[in-house]
């Protein structure tokens, strides 16, 4: 089964392990891998000499799409950014939290209408669908099914989304649609605890 992931781009061809330099274009190939979709970047020459023949007949073959390596910049500059709707479903993908699924979804469609993330990629697993989006500029990866919203249920996450994007992740934000209600004490524990149960 496919889960949401995020699988970013190799530093060294994963071939000949020769390091990219900064703007080389490289090559993504994507594919399955008992159930786990697999990554994997190599540099030119070894995607001319062991990959390009027939890349697409190999078994659980996906995606192949060519890049261009950016060196990572000396400091990260998200560390004095305010939370952007790209490092907020990142953290929602480490997260890895069931109630965020759908937010993650509608944040990388929000993303790929900013023309900040594409998509590469759409497959179908145990009847879903799942996207894979790649952001260009770090080459990274991001694996994201579809929740398959209801029309009723859109409303609800838009405002997750709103709320995750105006507080971020430290401030939990629950909707009411998400909202589990209180878990009621056992009847017997407020009565004493040594009544029979009624028929
Ligand atoms: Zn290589």
């Not at 790209?86 to 997260?95: G, V």
């Not at 709103?162 to 401030?171: D, F, I, N, Q, R």
Request: hydrophobic share 40%; proline share 9%; aromatic share 8%.
């Amino acid at each position: 089964m496919t889960d949401w992931n995020i699988q970013s781009r190799a530093h060294a061809c994963r071939a000949c392990e020769a390091p990219f330099a900064n703007q080389q274009p490289y090559h993504t190939l994507l594919a399955f891998e008992r159930h786990e979709l697999v990554r994997q970047d190599v540099c030119e020459a070894c995607w001319a000499a062991q990959f390009s023949e027939g890349a697409k007949d190999r078994k659980g073959f996906i995606s192949h799409w060519v890049g261009e390596y950016q060196a990572p910049p000396a400091a990260p500059p998200e560390a004095i950014q305010k939370d952007t709707a790209e490092s907020i479903l990142r953290k929602l993908m480490e997260k890895n939290d069931p109630q965020y699924r759908a937010a993650a979804y509608i944040l990388a469609v929000m993303l790929e209408r900013k023309k900040i993330l594409k998509v590469k990629a759409q497959l179908r697993e145990n009847g879903g669908r799942v996207f894979v989006y790649e952001q260009p500029k770090t080459g990274d990866v991001f694996t994201i099914p579809d929740p398959e919203l209801q029309l009723n249920q859109l409303e609800a996450v838009q405002r997750q989304v709103a709320a995750l994007m105006e507080h971020g992740l430290e401030t939990p934000v629950e909707p009411a649609a998400y909202i589990t209600p209180p878990e009621q004490p056992p009847v017997a524990a407020l009565a004493g605890g040594n009544e029979e149960p009624a028929n």
